[in-house]
Nanobody, 115 residues
Framework: QVQLVESGGGLVQPGGSLRLSCAAS????????MGWYRQAPGKQRELVAT???????NYADSVKGRFTISRDNAENTVNLQMNGLKPEDTAVYYC?????????WGQGTQVTVSS
């Protein structure tokens, strides 16, 4: 069984910053891609950023230049540094881990950007 536990969400004013973290635990051999997705009320879940095991990153156009994804393969963690937050970034953010046979999701952490 694999578990992904997110932390770091909260309420922040526009222009502010938050750092999300996700730790994977359980029985597995190796995590390939890791990433962050988000889902706003009434909208579909969308990709925010992904990072390969080798460090190749991919970002949604809406967050390029503001968000930075990073990971620690030894610790099986992935982080998302979010700067310049906007009200439209408000959503539940989900951690994602892709392995050879399965894909796993965290429970989600709420990010609210509001004045």
């Amino acid at each position: 069984q694999v578990q992904l536990v997110e932390s770091g969400g909260g309420l922040v004013q526009p222009g502010g910053s938050l750092r999300l973290s996700c730790a994977a635990s359980g029985s597995f051999f190796r995590i390939n891609d890791m990433g962050w997705y988000r889902q706003a009320p009434g909208k579909q879940r969308e990709l925010v950023a992904t990072i390969s095991r080798g460090g190749t990153t991919n970002y949604a156009d809406s967050v390029k230049g503001r968000f930075t994804i990073s990971r620690d393969n030894a610790e099986n963690t992935v982080n998302l540094q979010m700067n310049g937050l906007k009200p439209e970034d408000t959503a539940v953010y989900y951690c994602n881990a892709r392995m050879v046979l399965n894909t796993y999701w965290g429970q989600g952490t709420q990010v609210t950007v509001s004045s």
